[in-house]
């Protein structure tokens, strides 16, 4: 494919996810196959001769369409939103384009200045205490990861390293395994200190978790994946209340904030914490201007080396919605989250079994698990919204999340429509 033809297939290629973008509601939420659909489908083996674009964007439609889970549906209210928006995509398709590997300032510029000012942007966005902030020459700064999980990770590993070099110097004498075994983690069945849990978005009180971490000298991670979005908005930031007794703290953009997938925002009170834990300075990876104090080389701050400039698609976003456009998208979701909770209470074959705090109704049949797992089997079966479960103590519930950037009151008023019949099907097949 040479640039004359990239410039008439990328054009196609835009109209085609524009297509699917403006038509998704018309796609079934939810796909009808079953495991190994696909290979059939497929050769066995990559084609010795290419193939033409016209006959791969043909396969689109017939091979994997049919075996996509469309999360980007209106009536997708399954897990938690993942973001997406055009702007974002378009950001993306300039990372491919430029396609540097940003493992250091060197390796290009550009990657690790924006990274570095877009996490303090969105740093000061969430009101973070400037203690988190690179800014100024401060000592902490925010870093890119690919997923919540993988900050915790590396928070975990550079407590760990802390702890161990704290030890080793107070006492010389201990061998690493006589360390090791001094180590201790502490987490609820949720984890670490959670914003948002992800089975009913509930929350640990910081200001009580906090000065005790500060006190014993503990690591404390703090994990808002979903909810740390809500958080640039004025009427939720005190849920953030506390998050200057923590030494990191992480949510996903990519969530709920209209940035592509990945896009996971971690910050560190020390960024030294980060780098004596990961630091990783071979000669062909060292450079000029790597001791200045002005940069930083962000694979110390990772457990990859490699790392694409997934800050394009934070400044895309953040310059095209505006602060206020961000905030906007949040308060709406919010608000069909509890249009939601009334429609469940206004029916008394129904209770709501959390408070319904940012986009997350856990909601069931009154009644026994069996009853609820068979509505849910029915609802997903049917195939015109999609729901997880989860259970709260011994409860099976519901989970009725607010995802799509396209949903609007209609989608949930129909949603709920739907689930209301499916009830009366479960309750009369009961009494049978």
């Given at each position: ?17 524009a297509?699917?973008m ?5 796609r079934?939420?939810?796909p ?14 990559a084609?010795q ?25 209106p009536?997708?209210?399954?897990y ?15 990372c ?8 250091s300032?060197?390796?290009s ?9 877009m996490?303090?942007w ?7 205490p ?5 800014e ?25 390293t802390?702890?161990?070099h ?8 201990l ?13 609820s ?15 640990d009180?910081l200001?009580?978790v906090?000065?005790i ?8 991670h ?14 939720f ?7 200057e ?8 953009p ?12 971690m ?5 030294s ?8 300075d ?40 505006g ?7 949040i308060?709406k979701?919010v ?6 909770e ?11 079994c959390a408070?319904?705090?940012l ?14 797992e068979?509505l ?5 079966s ?8 989860c259970?709260?103590?011994?409860k ?15 989608h949930?008023?129909?949603a ?6 499916l ?10």
């Amino acid at each position: 494919m040479n640039t004359s033809e990239f410039r008439r297939r990328g054009k196609e290629m835009v109209d085609y996810v524009a297509n699917y973008m403006e038509g998704i509601e018309g796609r079934q939420v939810y796909p009808d196959v079953e495991p190994g659909y696909l290979r059939p489908l497929i050769p066995d083996s990559a084609p010795q001769e290419p193939d033409t674009f016209e006959d791969i964007i043909n396969d689109i439609e017939k091979i994997i369409m049919p075996g996509v889970t469309h999360w980007h549906s209106p009536y997708f209210f399954a897990y938690f939103p993942t973001a997406s928006s055009y702007p974002a995509m378009l950001a993306d398709m300039l990372c491919g384009a430029i396609g540097c590997i940003g493992f250091s300032w060197a390796a290009s510029p550009a990657c690790t200045e924006l990274e570095t000012v877009m996490m303090d942007w969105l740093g000061k966005m969430l009101e973070l205490p400037k203690a988190f902030l690179t800014e100024k020459a401060g000592e902490g700064g925010g870093v890119i990861q690919g997923s919540a999980s993988e900050a915790t990770l590396v928070a975990l590993l550079a407590a760990r390293t802390k702890v161990i070099h704290r030890l080793q110097a107070a006492s010389p004498e201990l061998t690493q395994a006589a360390i090791m075994e001094k180590l201790v983690a502490y987490s609820s069945d949720q984890v670490v200190a959670t914003l948002g849990t992800t089975t009913c978005c509930s929350f640990d009180n910081l200001l009580e978790v906090g000065p005790i971490c500060n006190k014993e000298d503990m690591w404390l991670h703090v994990d808002a994946a979903y909810a740390g979005s809500a958080f640039i908005c004025p009427e939720f930031r005190h849920l953030l209340n506390g998050v200057e007794f923590a030494d990191s703290f992480n949510f996903n953009p990519h969530k709920w904030l209209l940035v592509n997938f990945d896009c996971s925002a971690m910050w560190v009170k020390k960024r030294s914490d980060l780098t004596g834990a990961f630091r990783l300075d071979p000669t062909y990876l060292k450079h000029s201007h790597q001791d200045s104090g002005l940069i930083t080389d962000y694979r110390h701050w990772q457990i990859p080396l490699g790392r694409r400039f997934r800050s394009l698609k934070m400044w895309f976003v953040f310059r095209m919605y505006g602060v206020k456009g961000l905030q906007a998208y949040i308060r709406k979701h919010v608000q069909l989250s509890h249009e939601f909770e009334s429609l469940v209470l206004q029916d008394p074959r129904f209770e709501i079994c959390a408070k319904v705090t940012l986009g997350l109704v856990c909601f069931r049949l009154k009644g026994s698990n069996k009853v609820n797992e068979a509505l849910l089997q029915r609802i997903n079966s049917a195939r015109k919204i999609h729901l997880v479960p989860c259970h709260l103590r011994d409860k099976f519930v519901l989970r009725f999340a607010i995802c799509s950037r396209t949903v609007e009151s209609a989608h949930v008023q129909r949603a709920w429509e739907h689930i209301k019949e499916l009830a009366a099907d479960v309750l009369r097949a009961e009494k049978e």
